[in-house]
């Protein structure tokens, strides 16, 4: 049994379609070359995003760090004056 979508297996069968059919059989034929590319894109952003989102996690690490530390050298700057 072959499939009434693929045109490749029976072109004839385009004829006897109403222009409704033949405009949503275009638009799936789009979407199935545009959603790979589409769900390609997804799975950069998603791994991007993970990228971020760990060196945000250094980031803040490395902020406390600097924040402790000059809360140390301020302490020890005002007790060195008394």
Same mark, same amino acid.
């Given at each position: ?14 004829? #006897?379609?109403?222009? %409704?059919? =033949?405009?949503?059989?275009? $638009? &799936?034929?789009?979407?199935?070359? +545009? ?15 993970? #990228?971020?989102?760990? %060196?945000? =996690?250094?980031?803040?690490? $490395? &902020?406390?760090?600097?924040?402790? +530390? ?13």
């Amino acid at each position: 049994m072959t499939c009434c979508c693929n045109r490749s297996q029976n072109p004839m069968s385009d004829v #006897r379609r109403t222009p %409704e059919e =033949r405009a949503v059989i275009d $638009r &799936l034929q789009r979407l199935s070359v +545009l959603l790979p590319a589409l769900a390609q894109e997804a799975a950069t952003a998603r791994r991007e995003a993970a #990228r971020l989102r760990v %060196e945000n =996690r250094r980031l803040t690490r $490395r &902020l406390a760090e600097a924040e402790s +530390l000059t809360l140390v050298a301020s302490l020890t700057a005002t007790n060195g004056q008394t």
